[in-house]
């Protein structure tokens, strides 16, 4: 593989850490505090839009620390092994962690956020 390669594999991984590593942090504020105040999708819903500001600022951040250049292929190379490491991972974490079942995890969240939600 080579430097690029490498580099770009890195940085996906990485990139799939910091995202959920943000939405724990936003956890820990929405469920005690807000969801209580106002339900969980519109709690979900106002959350979205900083999410989706933290992952760009998180990507671009990453694209210069592992010097990767900003091209179109290395941009959906690393952003795809994000996303798929995620997909594995989040349905995984929620049957371990959370006690759920997958038909449970899968059928559970509101249909309206969820869309927006699972894949930041």
Known sequence: MSTLG??????????FVLAPGA???VITVRVPFLVPRLG???V???????MVVFNV????HITKRFALPATIPVCLTTGSLALGLLIAAEPLL??????RSLGED???????????????
């Open 6 to 15: 490498l580099r770009t594999s890195k940085a996906g991984r990485v990139c």
């Open 23 to 25: 939405g724990s942090f």
């Open 40 to 42: 969980e999708r519109v």
């Open 44 to 50: 979900e819903l106002v959350e979205m839009p900083f």
């Open 57 to 60: 600022v998180a990507a671009r």
């Open 94 to 99: 929620a049957v371990a962690v959370q006690d």
């Open 106 to 120: 899968v059928a559970g969240p509101d249909p309206v956020s969820v869309s927006a939600s699972r894949f930041p």
